[in-house]
């Protein structure tokens, strides 16, 4: 069983970085996508960002084009997500996922990922 530990949330102003980390206990053969999904109070989960590791392509949904980078170092099992000119409609928990997928265009579904984090708050003040 893969476990994924989130870090890197906190409070900035808006216009600020953060800097998310996703460790997982083991090398998990099975997985080829890895993602990290929002959830904001009374809304659903959606995804924010993955990766396709047998190629390293990028996947963004629309509002966070530019400004959210991820990747992943294969070295430590680790999924990073890059965050910048963060705005207060990014305040959500986010969570990071790791599944196999037949298919990209389902990067975004959560029902899709296998393994998940406990989430780390992120929070960004006007």
């Known amino acids: 069983q893969v476990q994924l530990v989130e870090s890197g949330g906190g409070s900035v102003q808006a216009g600020g970085t953060l800097r998310l980390s996703c460790v997982a206990s083991?090398?998990?053969?099975?997985?080829?996508?890895w993602a990290w999904f929002r959830q904001a109070p009374g809304k659903e989960r959606e995804g924010v960002a993955a990766i396709y590791t047998n190629a390293g392509t990028t996947y963004y949904i629309d509002s966070v084009k530019g400004r959210f980078t991820i990747s992943r170092d294969n070295t430590k099992n680790t999924v990073y997500l890059q965050m910048d000119s963060l705005k207060p409609e990014d305040t959500a928990m986010y969570f990071c996922?790791?599944?196999?997928?037949?298919?990209?265009?389902?990067?975004?579904?959560?029902?899709?990922?296998?393994?998940w984090g406990q989430g780390t708050q992120v929070t960004v003040s006007s």
């Open positions: 996922a790791a599944g196999r997928l037949f298919s990209t265009n389902g990067w975004s579904e959560a029902s899709k990922y296998a393994y």
């Open positions: 083991q090398y998990s053969s099975t997985s080829n996508f």
